[in-house]
């Protein structure tokens, strides 16, 4: 069965510092990868989204993930975190062979420092 | 305004007693699912749909029922509601073939007793 993991349940950092979420996906053929933001009591939100063009893709809000076919992973990074950055994060893959069903990781909460 | 919407946003039922979460988009989008949000989870997704008339499982499907029988609606069916059923609920939509993002409705929070 196709899997998607992100590494950390929690992630704290203080504001100006980087962020770096991990996710990493179980197959690597062809998927589709996002990003999704979640901030309290709200809906999710696209933050970025890979699908076989730039290997480094670039989102909304100064954040980036770099799809690495070796390792299975799709990281999502941020050169320096803000306040409004603390939310649940997302790693969301579709693979061709599974149809259009959409696989979410377990999400990461973001706490920012200030 | 472009959006998916749900109702209600919240509600709390009893065992058994039969209900139906709405959705709704006006974006004129081909893909349509139902996810349930449960904490240390992520999300899990429950049908999906694409297009009128087509619908399929997703990983957790037991206990739900969905139609399509138009574009901008697909309705999540409870027939027995069990307590294990105390989720958040999300409806999300999609343009579908060439466009894979997701836009997702506020959430509907349903409380079984």
Redesign the interface.
Known sequence: AQSVT?LD?HVSVSEGTPVLLRCNYSSSYSP?L?W?VQHPN?????LL?Y?SAATLVKGINGFEAEFKKSETSFHLTKPSAHMSDAAEY?CVV?WPST?????????TSLTVIP | EAQVTQNPRYLITVTGKKLTVTCSQNMNHEYMSWYRQDPGLGLRQIYYSMNVEVTDKGDVPEGYKVSRKEKRNFPLILESPSPNQTSLYFCASSPGTGSLEQYFGPGTRLTVT
């Open positions: 992100q349940s589709s996002f999704y709200k809906g999710l939100q696209l989204k699908t997302f579709l149809g259009n069903q959409f696989y979410f990781g377990t999400g």
